[in-house]
């Protein structure tokens, strides 16, 4: 049965095989995209409802809150799969519209470093909240 697409030459035996383009990603990058914008989901449903519990509460009260152990793993687990869904998702938009091989490995760098500085000032910010005491 034909799928309608020529082979590509460029790809190797090797690479058909196991499903690897020519960035040797695979499958690899779409799954991890799906994965973490379903942990995105059901970390969002608990960071919501720690959000509302928090409304109108005191300055001292929400300290006390982030400084749980559970409500400061779920705020790091939050910005983990945020984090790595943005980083993969913003490599695609840049993998399709920027043409330009080395302004888009510069973008693809650039975008990596934002999105670890992001992640590690939000956990800095998590960490010291709920160490503190």
Known sequence: MSTGHAPNPMRTPLG??????SARSGTEHFFLQRLTGFANFLLMIAFVVIV???AGASYAETRAVLGHPLVA???LLTLLSVTVHMRLGMQVVIEDYVHTEGLKVLLIVLN???TISIALAGAFA???ISLAG
């Open 126 to 128: 998590v960490l010291k």
């Open 16 to 21: 058909r095989v196991r499903g690897l383009g």
């Open 112 to 114: 990596t470093f934002f």
């Open 73 to 75: 793993v779920i705020i």
């Open 52 to 54: 509302i519990r928090l």
